[in-house]
């Protein structure tokens, strides 16, 4: 189960069940992972060595993607270790899902209002790092990301899922066009007057679900971005320019 948790004196949202099996699904809090805090660039690099240090991780390890909105999955192999990370090597190119069947290997995604999600088959030992933001969402990117972990052995009946933190119906009011191209493609409640609203995180889980991932496997965090905006980034609330990071990781 997810929950409030310290390592290194950094405040992280994860599964201690799930680590001491081996395996992390982590979600940062306000501490920035990404390059976008132009300022000061050197800030993300130090931030990024307090994440490996406090999870255990090697440091410059972190695997990133130059996530586009898009629906590519990249199966990330040993070599790709670092990528995004060490200044030689890039984030792997055009992907917004991250796949790995081998140990080592630390998956990230990052956010400020998107959906983070892991997914673990323990039993497979194959996991998985989703971007789904609006446009993830609706071209169904964690169904990619099932059907991408199944080819590498793992069955959806034993996929376990954690939503993360992302931006709730609470805050995330749509415009027309965008609420209808959702209401054409999945069951979304109706509005309540003009106010169309989405709640990506439900229909991601209603994704998982059609994926073959039982309800019972997948747990959401439930904190929304922008009304919690003192724990995580949030470009609607805040405009930040900082994002979150969400790794997942098979350790032994
Ligand atoms: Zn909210």
């Not at 792997?92 to 209002?113: H, R, Y």
Request: net charge negative; with cysteine; glycine share 10%.
């Amino acid at each position: 189960m997810l929950s409030e948790s310290i390592h290194g004196g950094l405040r992280f949202f994860l599964d201690e069940d799930l680590l001491s099996a081996g395996f992390l699904g982590a979600f940062t809090t306000r501490l920035d992972l990404s390059r976008r805090l132009k300022e000061d660039p050197a800030r993300a690099a130090e931030d990024r060595l307090l994440v490996t240090g406090a999870l255990g991780l090697p440091p410059l390890s972190l695997v990133f993607a130059e996530q586009v909105h898009k629906d590519r999955v990249a199966v990330v192999k040993e070599s790709d270790i670092g990528a995004g990370s060490i200044p030689s090597k890039p984030p792997l190119a055009e992907s917004d899902a991250l796949v790995t069947a081998q140990e080592g290997i630390p998956l990230v995604i990052l956010t400020a209002d998107c959906v983070p999600i892991a997914l673990v088959d323990q039993e497979a030992g194959v996991c998985a790092a989703v971007h789904a933001g609006w446009r993830g969402t609706l071209t169904k990117i964690v169904g990619g990301a099932v059907q991408a972990m199944v080819r590498l052995g793992a069955r959806p009946a034993r996929i376990q899922a954690w939503i993360g933190p992302a931006i709730g119906p609470c805050c995330y009011e749509v415009g027309s066009e965008l609420f209808t191209r959702f209401a054409e493609r999945f069951v979304v409640p109706p509005p309540t007057g003009d106010d169309e609203r989405l709640d990506l995180r439900e229909i991601n889980e209603g994704t998982l679900r059609d994926s073959g991932v039982p309800a019972e496997n997948i747990e959401s965090l439930g904190l929304c971005t922008a009304c919690e905006d003192d724990t995580f980034y949030s470009w609607r609330a805040r405009r930040d320019a900082g994002r979150q990071g969400l790794i997942v990781a098979r350790l032994r």
